[in-house]
């Protein structure tokens, strides 16, 4: 197994299985690994702002920009 860069960090993900097949099915049409393409999901995510997944997790963002304040 190799190394992974600096300023990186591996996580594990258990989804459902039919999202699993989709991820897969994208991944080797673009010749990448069902990791990479995930990464790539995951970073979209972030270069769109980050935006709230659940509705606790958008209450959590809304207390959270209240401290700041």
Known sequence: MGK??????QLGVVINAPL???IEER????GISR???AAMIIEQWAFRGH???SE???LMQIARSAKVR
């Open 20 to 22: 699993a097949r989709l």
């Open 27 to 30: 991944a080797i049409s673009l």
């Open 35 to 37: 990791s990479r393409f």
């Open 56 to 58: 606790p997790d958008k």
């Open 4 to 9: 992974i860069a600096k300023g990186k960090k």
């Open 51 to 53: 935006s709230p997944v």
